[in-house]
């Protein structure tokens, strides 16, 4: 069983800059694939970024292209999330996800049905 601690949520202006950290129980097989996904009202949830811990490859939802990076650091068990150049329309929940074959074929890790492992996701409010 892993679990996933997120941190770094808040109230933010738009064009403004934020870091979310997503710390786990344990790094190993099962956090091969891990990433973030993000939920807003009304909508369906979607994959933002996602980054496969043994190797690196990432990969980005096209909302985010180019200003959301994803990065990870293995000797402290955490992937991170840098938002920056926020826009109104990034207003969700940021929840950390994690599996351990997602990353295996591209059209499985944008979706969250391959993610067995979830954190409980803190609201990132962005005002305009």
């Known amino acids: 069983q892993v679990q996933l601690v997120e941190s770094g949520g808040g109230s933010m202006q738009a064009g403004g800059s934020l870091r979310l950290a997503c710390v786990a129980s344990?790094?190993?097989?099962?956090?091969?694939?891990m990433g973030w996904f993000r939920h807003a009202p009304g909508k369906e949830r979607e994959a933002v970024a996602i980054i496969r811990t043994r190797g690196g490859e990432t990969f980005y939802a096209d909302s985010v292209q180019g200003r959301f990076t994803i990065s990870h650091d293995n000797a402290k068990n955490t992937v991170y999330l840098q938002l920056t150049t926020l826009h109104p329309a990034d207003t969700a929940m940021y929840s950390c996800a994690a599996a351990e074959s997602a990353c295996a074929y591209r059209p499985w890790r944008s979706s969250a049905a391959r993610y067995r492992y979830w954190g409980q996701g803190p609201q990132v409010p962005v005002a305009s």
């Open positions: 344990t790094f190993g097989y099962s956090t091969t694939c």
